[in-house]
C-alpha cells in the first residue's frame, strides 16, 4: 500500500462534509473582494479624487498599515490592489487554516482518522486529501476573483496577479496549518499556531509598508519577510513583479518537505510535540460550573490580552505621527475624519482604532461565548448536567467570562495603546485614561455580539457558527461603511455604530446604557431557550 | 420508598422519528437492573430522559421520588452517570475530571476513589485528549464509584474496557449492590447483564417487550442439548416442547423447552445414554427470540451469515 492510497476517496468525503461550509467560503470572500473593488469606480472614479487619496494615503504611515502598500494610486486598480490585497488574502489564510486543522488534526484528535485508517488509506491520506481541499478552494477563490476584477473592468495582468496573489498566499497558510497539526495533539493549539503565524506575517507587513510613508524607510523590507506582504509586492496593477511568485513557491516546498518529515516521524494520534502531564488531582478552587468554565478559557484569553498588548502599543506609538501627517494635508484629516469623529487628528485616530481594535476583539467574544456549542456538540456536556449543575448556572460561567474577558482584552489594548501614545507625546498621565475610555467605551458593542451568540445557541443550536457570520458583517460594516457610503440604517446595524468616538467626541451614556440593555436582553432570551430545549 | 424509577407510557419523538415508543422501565431499590436492547433500541434516549438532558414528549417519569426534567439539580445530587460514549476535556487531567464531577454531586470519598483508581489502573494525570476511549470510560466509571450517591445509571459502560477491566468492573457493581446501592446499567451485551443484574428489561423499536428477574426470563428460552445414544433416537420429535431434532447415527442435538427437559432427557435414558452435555439457555437466545419479531434483523443476520 503506498502512503497515500485513499486520497481520491478522502477527498471525495471532504468534499461532501464541507460542500456548504467551503461554498459560502469562496462565495463570500469572492463577491465580498469583488464588490468592495467595484465601488472604487464610484469613490475613486476621477484622477481629482485618486490624486487626493494618493496625498492622504502615501505620507500616513497608519493608511498604510490599516490598508496596504500603495505602489501606484492614481489607477482604480492600484487603489484597488492598496485597499483590498492585505485583508483578501488575510482572510484566505484564516479560511485554509480552518480549512486543514478541520480536516487534520481536529480528525485525528476525534479517533475518526484510526476508524478509516483501518480500511485501506495510506498514512499520509488524510495530509494530502486536505491539502488538496485546500488548494482547490482557493484556486476556485482566485478564479472567481479574477473573473469578478475582469469583470468589473479592471485590467487583465493585474487581476491575474491579484488573483495569483490570493491563491498562493492561501496555500502556503494551508502548507504552515499541515505543519502545526503535526506538532500538537490538540487542533485548538494547531490552530492557535497557524494563526499566530497568520498574525504574524500581517503585523509584518503593516510595519513595513507602514515605513514606505518616512524617508528612512529602511523598515520597508519587512513586508519581504510576510507572505501577504508577497502578494501585495506581486505589485497588480503597477508593473506586475511576476517573479515574486517564485518566493510562494519555494517557500511552498519548503514547508511541504517540512511537514512530510514531521508526519513520518510520529505516531497517529501524536504529536511532535511530548504532550504535558497535568495534575493528578483538582485544586481545591475547581469546584463549580463557573470555576469549569473559568479553567477551560483562561488560556485564551491570556493570549488574546497579551495580543492586544502589542497590537494596542503598536497604534499607540504611530497616533503622535498622525499630528504633523495630518497638519500638512486635511485629505488625511478628511479620511480619519471618515473613520473617529470631529476632534483633533489625533484624537480622531485613537477613536477610529478603538472602534477597529473594539470589533476585532468582538471574536474573543465569539470564541469564548461558542464554547457553549463546543461543550455540548462534544458531549461534555451529558456528563457536566448530569451533576447538579443547573443549565443556567453553566451558561452564565461562560457569559461571565466572556463578558469580563473582552473587558480585560480592552483594558490591556487601552492602556498599551494609551501608554505608547502618552510616552511620545509626552503626556503619559493624561494620555493613558483617555485612551483607555476610547477602548472601554466598545465594551457595550461587543457585549451584544455575545447575546447574539447566546441568542442563537438558546434558540438555535445548530447555527451557533452565524455568530461568526454576524462578527463578519459588523467588520465590514466598520471598515468599509463609511467609505462604501452605505445608507445610515445599514450602519446602524452595527453596535459599534453607536458608540461615541472618544476620545473626539463627548461622553453619552445613554447609547453604551442601550447596548448594555441590547446585550442583557439577547442573552436573557437566549437564556429562556436554552433552559426549556432538549441537550443535543 | 422502594421504587428508585418508575417510567410508563415514556414517548420522545426526535422530527418524524419515534426514538421512545410508549415504553415502561421499573427499576427497584436496591437493585441492579439490566437495560438491554439492539443498538438504537432507545435505551441512550431513555437514560437521557432520565437525566434530565431531554423532554419527555408524553409519558409519567419518576426518578428518586422527584421530576427529572422540573427537580434536575436536586435529584443530581443523589446519582451519578456514565455516559456510552465519555468525551472528556482536552486540557484537564482524568485525576481532575474525578474530583470535579464528585464535588458537583455529593462530594467524593478520597480513600475509595485512591483505590478505584488502582484497581482500574488509570494514570489520573493524564490529559483528556491523552486518553484512549477505555481509559476515558475509567475516568467516568472511577468518578461514578467514589462518590457518595444512592443510584448509579450507566449506558453500556464496558464498551472499550479490556476483559480484566469488566471483570473490575463486575467486581465493583457487586461492592454497590451489597452496599444498597441501586444501578440502572444499559447494555447489549448480554453476558454481562447476565452475570451482574438482578432484574431484566428488554427494549425494541423504543417499546418495552419483557421484564423480569432472569428466572423468570429463562422459561421463555430452550436449553440446547447434545447426546450420544445406544439406539437411534427416533421418537424424540415427538415429545412435547422438543424442537430442532437432528439425528446423525447415534449422535443427536436438539433444543428443548427449559421446562420439558426432564421427559426428554428420561426419554433418551432409555435408549441407552452414553454421553449428554446441554448448555443453558443464553440471554443472546431470548434476544433473537425478539429480533424475530420485527422480521427483519434475524433474516439479515442469517442471510449475510450465510454468504
Known sequence: MKETTGTGTLL??????????????????????VASSASNFDVYGTPQQRAELAASVETSPALLALGGRAFDLTTVGGVTAYQMVAFTTTLIGLMSILLVVRHTRAEEESGRVEL?????????????????????????IALLVALGLIGIGLPVTGSLAFAAGCAACGIIFALIAGVAAQLTESARAATGIASAVLGLSYLLRAAGDAATATADNALSVLTWLSPIGWAELLRPYTDESWWVLLLFAAAGVALYAVM???????????????????????????????????????????????????VGAAFGGVAQGMVTVAGQNPDVADLIRDFGGAGSNVDNFIAAIASLMGIVIGAYAVQATLRLRGE???????????TAVERLRWVGGHVTVAVLGTAVVLTAAGLAAGLAHGLRSGDVGGEVPRVLGATLAQAPAVWVLVGVCVLLFGLAPRYSIVGWGVLFVVLVIGQFGKILQLDQWVLNLSPFTHVPDLPAADFTATPLLVLVLVGAALTAVGMAGVHRRDIA | M????????????????????????????????????????GKTTTIRVLMGLLKADAGQVELLGGDPWR????????????????????TLSGGEVIDLLGRLRNGIDPKRRAELVDRFKLDPRKKGRAYSKGNRQKVALVAAFASDVELLIMDEPTSGLDPLMEAEFRECVDEERRRGRTILLSSHIL??????????????????????????????????????????PAGLGRIDGVHNVRVNGGRVDFEVDTEQV??????????????????????????????????QAPAAAGAEAGR
Open chain 2, 2 to 41: 422502594t421504587t428508585a424509577i418508575s417510567i410508563s407510557g415514556l414517548v420522545k419523538s426526535y422530527g418524524a422519528t419515534r426514538a421512545l415508543d410508549g415504553l415502561d422501565l421499573t427499576v427497584d431499590t436496591g437493585e441492579v437492573h439490566g437495560f438491554l436492547g439492539p443498538n438504537g433500541a
Open chain 1, 376 to 386: 455540548e456538540a462534544e458531549h461534555r456536556l451529558d456528563m457536566l448536567l448530569s
Open chain 2, 262 to 295: 426432564g421427559p426428554a432427557v428420561r426419554y433418551l435414558t432409555s435408549l441407552g445414554l452414553r454421553s449428554l452435555t446441554s448448555q443453558p439457555p443464553t440471554l443472546e437466545e431470548l434476544f433473537m427470540r425478539h429480533y424475530e419479531g420485527s422480521g
Open chain 1, 260 to 310: 512530510s518529515v514531521l508526519a513520518a516521524r510520529r505516531d497517529i494520534g501524536a504529536g511532535v510535540l511530548p504532550p504535558r502531564l497535568g495534575a493528578p488531582a483538582a485544586s481545591p478552587a475547581l469546584r463549580s460550573s463557573t470555576a469549569l468554565a473559568w479553567r477551560l478559557q483562561r488560556g485564551t484569553l491570556i493570549g488574546w490580552a497579551l495580543g492586544f498588548i502589542v
Open chain 2, 71 to 90: 427537580d434536575a439539580v436536586a435529584l443530581h445530587r443523589r446519582l451519578a452517570y456514565v455516559p456510552g460514549d465519555v468525551t472528556l476535556w482536552p
Open chain 1, 116 to 140: 478509516v485508517g483501518s480500511a485501506v488509506v495510506g498514512r499520509h491520506a488524510w495530509l494530502a486529501s486536505s491539502l488538496l481541499l485546500a488548494v482547490g478552494v482557493n484556486l476556485a
Open chain 1, 12 to 33: 471525495r468525503l471532504a468534499l461532501r462534509l464541507d460542500r456548504i461550509r467551503a461554498t459560502v467560503w469562496v462565495l463570500a470572500l469572492s463577491i465580498f473582494t
Open chain 2, 191 to 232: 453476558s454481562e447483564v447476565e452475570q451482574t443484574c438482578d432484574r431484566v428489561t428488554i427494549i425494541r423499536d423504543g417499546r418495552t417487550v419483557e421484564t423480569g428477574s432472569l428466572a423468570e426470563l429463562r422459561h421463555l428460552t430452550r436449553t440446547s442439548v447434545q447426546a450420544e445414544v445406544e439406539q437411534p
